[in-house]
């Protein structure tokens, strides 16, 4: 083909230029080898030769320094020729103030006591500078030699007792630097240059000490680390100072003495900040070095403190001034201070464990005055108890008194203060106050057990004994809100503790014993009344139950001022009327039981039987009354139901009449159906002996869940086989 066999000419074409170029390529490649392997030749060779002249060289060196030795011992003359040339030269260097070192040492001590504490302190470096150049030099020619060295020191001698007198005035000034850099700054900055000064020559003499091993007489001076011994000295003797009073001459020593500290402390690191720290170097950082200071110095005074016998307001003062003042804004925390440093890095002034030694001593003194407080208001409380006057009222009309606010104004205070601490401490004393309430609540029960058994001697005293019961009730109710009320405002958590459980059940149990106690009053001008139920002067036209239901709403008019309890679903007042219908029935049925009449006919027994229905609706008019219509009717059925019995004429039937009551309460028992035969009076003894076995051999089936009654009324001596339960 044609086009093949042009790209086969083109290519043999182009074949040969490729080889050239390649072959080219190689041997330009070969020639750098070898341009490279000659150089390295060549360098080697080189360094080869100029090795051989270095040996050559340093074996002539050897032997020229072998030959030389003994010039150089020769030489010796000479040396001491130049130390004794450079002696003399300082010699005469120092010569003017060699001859006048007496002159200049008196102009320095006029400077000193003129305060020109600059001026002063050149004076005497010039001294110090000829005494240690001569002692140098000394030193250089016969360290040995301790005769001209104290030659020289004896000469100088008062040179060190004018440093001396100029470092007193330089403390002087720093114990004053509070004073100084508002009146005179000028001053303490030239303190800080002096001290500057002498911590550059100090540095310069241990540099010369550690190449010649010389230190002249009273260095190193360390007048830096001197100045902040007199600074921290200064801080401790002004805090010391804050303190003027003691617990004899006043009871709030302690917190005056914290108060004017923290001022103090305040007003001297604001003083640092704006002021004094334009008078140090910066390197000194001394806005710093005074907060830790303060700081330093604090917590050891505070320490101190702790350490001290203190009563239980003085440790919680303390406590809150250390835990809460220190880095308040009113402190540390300025917010001029703030900037400068971070309060919350600050170590604790005092340790935990003073800290916790601290509380645990305040909860002792703290329990053992919350006892003697609790106390002393349940002294007084019962002091009120015997007035001549009825006890107050709230703005509702419920009796009280004030033991209540008393008693809860002392924890709301302790609370209070124990919240300054911190939380964790709050919730401990709000568990040491519920567990002394709850030892309070025992006594305060106690109490009032002892109020009733003193009534009971002689019922005219106290002359408002029921007014005062209802007070106490009232207070049960009372103490249960304030609880919950300091438990909300002083406590995160809702659960209930043991303590919680206790007084619950106390302040019921005061509650209801309170209740008793009344009801016992109530019956007790009652029991006259009682006794004439169910006997001929009843049948007769009796008033009795008339007196008793007047005397009962009376005291219950009382009885309307006690206040609801804790029990949602009534009220105390409806529990004390519940009961005090319970208890007027059964004295009405024991009367039945106790056989005080026996009908002589069935005009009798219809009389007797239609006065019981009577009072029995009258009962039960005065209870739903008293108790707002809730009143259990089912009580006053009782008696009309064995009215039902007297009041039945046929005999024959007399054994379902009694069935009956038997099935609607069915806790009647044998001696009660005996005890009716017998105050019906026309039951046989067979009769009764068959109605009792008749109903031991058919008991009937309950008929209502009715409130069992029956079972609290004993009749009196009468042994009949028991036939029901």
């Known amino acids: 083909r044609s086009d093949t066999l042009e790209v086969l000419c083109s290519q043999s074409k182009l074949e040969p230029k490729v080889y050239h170029c390649v072959s080219f390529s190689l041997q330009a490649a070969i020639q750098s080898q070898l341009d490279g392997v000659r150089t390295g030749l060549s360098q080697l060779h080189n360094a080869l030769v100029d090795v051989k002249d270095i040996r050559c060289s340093l074996a002539n060196v050897s032997n020229d320094w072998r030959k030389s030795i003994n010039t150089i011992e020769n030489l010796k003359d000479v040396k001491d020729a130049v130390v004794q040339h450079s002696q003399l030269a300082a010699a005469v260097e120092n010569l003017k103030n060699i001859f006048s070192v007496p002159e200049i040492v008196q102009e320095t001590h006029d400077l000193i006591e003129q305060g020109e504490l600059l001026q002063a302190h050149r004076k005497l470096m010039d001294l110090e500078c000829s005494r240690d150049d001569l002692m ?43 004073g100084t850099v508002r009146k005179d700054p000028t001053m303490l900055v030239s303190v800080v240059r002096i001290i500057e000064r002498e911590e550059k020559i100090d540095r310069r003499m241990l540099d010369r000490m550690k190449q010649t091993g010389f230190m002249p007489p009273g260095r190193p001076k360390k007048w830096k680390e001197k100045m902040f011994e007199v600074l921290e000295g200064t801080v401790s003797s002004r805090i010391e100072g804050t303190q003027s009073e003691t617990r004899e001459s006043d009871k709030m020593w302690l917190v005056r003495l914290l108060e004017i500290t923290r001022k103090y402390v305040l007003d001297d690191l604001i003083v640092v900040k704006n002021l004094m720290v334009q008078c140090f170097p910066l390197h000194y950082n001394i806005f710093n070095v005074f907060f830790n200071l303060y700081h330093r110095v604090l917590s050891a005074r505070v320490q101190e403190l702790a350490s001290e016998d203190l009563e239980a307001n003085e440790i919680v003062s303390l406590l809150t001034w250390v835990l ?153 109710q009372t103490f249960k809100e304030s609880i919950n009320s300091l438990k909300k405002k002083y406590s995160h958590t809702a659960e209930n503790t043991q303590n919680d459980a206790a007084i619950e059940k106390t302040l019921g149990d005061v509650a209801k014993d309170g209740c008793a106690f009344l009801l016992d009053e109530v ?108 009143a259990a009717d089912s009580l006053c059925d009782a008696i009309a139901a064995i009215a039902e019995v007297f009041k039945l004429t046929d005999p024959t039937l007399l054994y379902l009449e009694v069935s009956t009551l038997v099935s609607r309460y069915p806790d009647v028992r044998e001696e009660h159906i005996t005890a009716l035969l017998a105050v019906r009076g026309d039951a046989s003894r067979d009769m009764r002996q068959m109605i009792i076995e008749t109903l031991n051999q058919n008991r009937p089936a309950s008929t209502a869940n009715i409130q069992p009654i029956f079972r609290d009324i004993t009749v009196p001596s009468m042994t009949v086989p028991k036939l029901l339960k």
């Open 136 to 178: 140098y030099e000394q030193y250089r020619m016969d360290s040995k030699n301790t005769h001209d060295m104290n030659l020289i020191r004896s000469y100088f001698g008062e040179v060190q007792s004018l440093s001396e007198e100029l470092a007193k005035q330089l403390w002087m000034v720093l114990q004053r630097s509070m």
């Open 324 to 476: 809460k003042t220190n880095t308040s804004v009113d402190m540390m925390g300025h917010p001029e201070l703030f900037v400068e440093v971070d309060v919350n890095s600050l170590e604790p002034l005092l340790p935990q464990q003073v800290v916790d030694e601290l509380l645990s001593k305040y909860i002792q003194t703290l329990t053992s005055n919350i006892t003697g407080w609790l106390r002393k208001a349940l002294e007084t409380d019962k002091k009120d108890w015997k007035k001549e006057t009825e006890p107050e009222a709230d703005q509702d009309g419920y009796f009280q008194t004030t033991l209540p606010a008393i008693v809860f104004q002392i924890f709301e205070q302790n609370l209070q203060v124990a919240a300054q601490i911190n939380e964790t401490f709050k919730e401990q004393v709000l568990r040491l106050c519920l567990k002394q309430m709850n030892s309070f609540l025992i006594r305060y029960r106690e109490e009032a057990i002892a109020l009733k058994e003193d009534h009971l001697k002689d019922r005219k005293l106290p002359h408002f004994y029921t007014q005062y019961m209802i007070a106490i009730i009232n207070n049960c």
């Open 523 to 630: 019956f007790m001008d009652l029991e006259q009344h009682l006794n004439e139920l169910l006997t001929r002067k009843w049948l007769s036209g009796s008033n009795a139950v008339d007196t008793i239901c007047a005397t009962v709403e009376d005291y219950f008019y009382d009885f309307a001022k006690i206040k609801k309890p804790y029990n949602k679903a009534s009220c105390l007042k409806c529990e004390i009327t519940t009961e005090a219908h319970r208890r007027v029935v059964i004295e009405y049925l024991k009367a039945i039981m106790q056989k005080r009449i026996s009908f002589r006919n069935a005009e009798e027994r219809k009389e007797g039987a239609e006065r019981m229905i009577k009072e029995a609706d009258q009962l039960k008019f005065l209870f739903r009354k008293l108790s707002d219509g809730e």
